[in-house]
């Protein structure tokens, strides 16, 4: 998973916290977390074409998946990472 951010702002500090407690309840051992800053690489955000950060993208397994803001619906996180059915 990639989590793009721009600088060590609260919205992003706190996705990468809310994201890595997710991943550690429902993903233990089973995930990396790649975090680029696009302040110190903006040409990274073509590739995964990024409108807005923080921006979590999971490639793999396909379909790539999209999830932005600071990630603290961990329900929203969750269904959008195709981790729990929608209610």
Known sequence: MRL???GQTPRAVAA???LKKICEEHLAGEYHIEVIDLLKQPQ???GDQ??????LV???PEPVR?????LSNTHRVLVGLDLRERS
């Open 44 to 46: 990274l955000a073509k």
């Open 50 to 55: 990024i409108v807005a950060v923080p921006t």
């Open 16 to 18: 990468f916290a809310n």
């Open 58 to 60: 999971r490639k793999l």
């Open 4 to 6: 793009y951010v721009a």
């Open 66 to 70: 999209k999830i932005i803001g600071d």
